[in-house]
């Protein structure tokens, strides 16, 4: 009698589980801030992204030669942003880069439009291929209206291990 009492337990927690998982999955499927499922999760690929159940008109710009980015920030049509907190980007930052961290874009839009303007060719960055900031900060501005808009993704600590010039010093685009 156990034995029956304890499958039947058994098999009622796993159409439990079962019944759980199809709900659970199902309302992850359909909110627009669902946990993703999906993702680039390859660093040789570019940037660590998680898959998004929001669907965007134009995908960001991937930079993912760090040549092909110091030519970019060389020739000197771009406005180059680094996303990252004010002290990373006084500690050491790509050369010409100016420093509006993505909290910032959140708490006072209007100031990056002081920074740049919709027209403008833009490389943002952030620490690496495991930060999406920068993505996130150029799909912002995508929203915004913004044309030409890329992203290095291998960062900072690309740049770094490439033994490009760093610079150092200096504040916030913003302030």
């Known amino acids: 009698m156990k034995m029956m009492i304890l499958k039947k337990d058994v098999g009622l927690s796993l159409l439990l589980l079962a019944v759980s998982l199809v709900i659970s999955f199902s309302v992850n499927a359909v909110s627009p801030n669902g ?3 999906f993702g680039q999760w390859d660093p040789e690929q570019g940037v660590i992204l998680a898959g998004s159940n929001i669907p965007v008109d134009r995908e960001v710009i991937q930079i993912n030669d760090p040549l092909r980015a110091k030519r970019m920030v060389e020739s000197g049509d771009y406005v180059v942003v680094d996303v990252r907190w004010q002290e990373a980007y006084v500690e050491g930052h790509i050369p ?5 961290p993505l909290d910032d874009l ?3 839009e209007q100031s990056v439009l002081k ?3 919709p ?3 833009i490389l943002a960055y952030c620490a690496g ?8 900060f150029a799909e912002h501005l995508m929203e915004m209206g913004f044309l030409h808009v ?5 960062g900072f600590s690309e740049w770094q291990e490439m033994s490009f ?3 150092t010093g200096g504040g916030q685009a913003n302030e």
């Open 35 to 37: 946990i993703p499922l």
């Open 115 to 117: 920074l740049v303007k």
């Open 96 to 100: 010409g880069a100016v420093n509006f």
């Open 165 to 167: 010039d760093v610079a």
């Open 150 to 154: 890329s992203v290095y993704a291998g």
């Open 129 to 136: 291929v495991t930060c999406s900031d920068s993505h996130t």
């Open 119 to 121: 027209e403008d060719n």
């Open 106 to 108: 959140w708490n006072d």
